[in-house]
T-cell receptor
Framework: SQKIEQNSEALNIQEGKTATLTCNYTNYSPAYLQWYRQDPGRGPVFLLLIRENEKEKRKERLKVTFDTTLKQSLFHITASQPADSATYLCALPNAGNMLTFGGGTRLMVKP | SQTIHQWPATLVQPVGSPLSLECTVEGTSNPNLYWYRQAAGRGLQLLFYSVGIGQISSEVPQNLSASRPQDRQFILSSKKLLLSDSGFYLC????????????FGPGTRLTVL
């Protein structure tokens, strides 16, 4: 089964800087990869999906890259704001196309 | 637009008591429905999913069961709760089987004492 690794330590950055979060997976390269945002005590919110044939995907201040050789996705937030503080989860499909979620990385943006 | 509801928001139950959590979706037809559990500081664990009324697939053996009595209603149940059933329960829906984007409800925080 797919194993997903996200940095369990919180990422602390200053407002205005670019935040970069990493998602590594260990087995077969998936057909797509998703990123979600989760605020404390709330359900995750879908942010972006990137397909295996896409190197990069952008949505406003968000950018996701997908490197199937490195088995890694990077999630960038440019011009970060305190409101971006949350836990970010990556998710990949397993063999049955059900999603497997990583443990998430907590981002703290300080003003 | 589509909305998803879960209730109750929080629940404290004694060990051995029954459980019923409800999830309903509005604004869409024949959605795929999912139940997840999230332990504190952990990732989401898929418990059950359903692609139609009466169709339930279980991902992990456990003390829980699920039912889908109506197209947009998904229920998570237990006859006797265990301490290990404590957690944050999330219901989600989706319609795209190819890329499986999912949309989550607000969750139910269950504490078993």
């Amino acid at each position: 089964s797919q194993k997903i690794e996200q940095n369990s330590e919180a990422l602390n950055i200053q407002e205005g800087k670019t935040a970069t979060l990493t998602c590594n997976y260990t087995n077969y390269s998936p057909a797509y990869l998703q990123w979600y945002r989760q605020d404390p005590g709330r359900g995750p919110v879908f942010l972006l999906l990137i397909r295996e044939n896409e190197k990069e995907k952008r949505k406003e201040r968000l950018k996701v890259t997908f490197d199937t050789t490195l088995k890694q996705s990077l999630f960038h937030i440019t011009a970060s704001q305190p409101a971006d503080s949350a836990t970010y989860l990556c998710a990949l499909p397993n063999a049955g196309n059900m999603l497997t979620f990583g443990g998430g990385t907590r981002l703290m943006v300080k003003p | 637009s589509q909305t998803i509801h879960q209730w109750p928001a929080t629940l404290v139950q004694p060990v051995g008591s029954p459980l019923s959590l409800e999830c309903t979706v509005e604004g869409t037809s024949n959605p795929n429905l999912y139940w997840y559990r999230q332990a504190a500081g952990r990732g989401l664990q898929l418990l059950f999913y359903s692609v139609g009324i009466g169709q339930i697939s279980s991902e992990v053996p456990q003390n829980l069961s699920a039912s889908r009595p109506q197209d947009r209603q998904f229920i998570l149940s237990s006859k006797k709760l265990l301490l290990s059933d404590s957690g944050f329960y999330l219901c989600a829906w989706g319609t795209d089987l190819s890329y499986n984007e999912q949309f989550f409800g607000p969750g139910t925080r269950l504490t078993v004492l």
